[in-house]
Nanobody, 126 residues
Framework: QVQLVESGGGLVQAGGSLRLSCAAS????????VGWFRQAPGKEREFVAA????????KYADSVKDRFTFRRDNAKNTVYLHMNSLKPEDTAVYYC???????????????????WGQGTQVTVSS
């Protein structure tokens, strides 16, 4: 089992950048694939990005491709979501999630991740 804590959210102007972090407890975090999801008010939780256990493969939603970069540092039990060229429509609560049943899978459905953080708010002003 793993516990996840997100940080790095905040208020930024359109065109700006933020880096979200998700720190995990547990010595086996390196065996987990991780996903980022976001949820805006009144909307369903949506997929943002995913990364496999080694960091060797990633997947992005079309809406963030070429703007967001997902990296992980297994030595620090932490994953990072670098967000550039932010838009007002990126405003949401961002969650990281983890699963270790299929460490090489890039799942895009929230239900495929059993472990979740509490979320961090990202607000992009126009």
């Amino acid at each position: 089992q793993v516990q996840l804590v997100e940080s790095g959210g905040g208020l930024v102007q359109a065109g700006g950048s933020l880096r979200l972090s998700c720190a995990a407890s547990g010595r086996t975090f390196s065996s987990y694939a991780v996903g980022w999801f976001r949820q805006a008010p009144g909307k369903e939780r949506e997929f943002v990005a995913a990364i496999i256990w080694s960091g060797g493969n990633t997947k992005y939603a079309d809406s963030v491709k070429d703007r967001f970069t997902f990296r992980r540092d297994n030595a620090k039990n932490t994953v990072y979501l670098h967000m550039n060229s932010l838009k007002p429509e990126d405003t949401a609560v961002y969650y990281c999630a983890a699963q270790n049943r299929y460490p090489t899978a890039l799942f895009v459905i929230p239900g495929q991740y059993p472990y979740w953080g509490q979320g961090t708010q990202v607000t992009v002003s126009s």
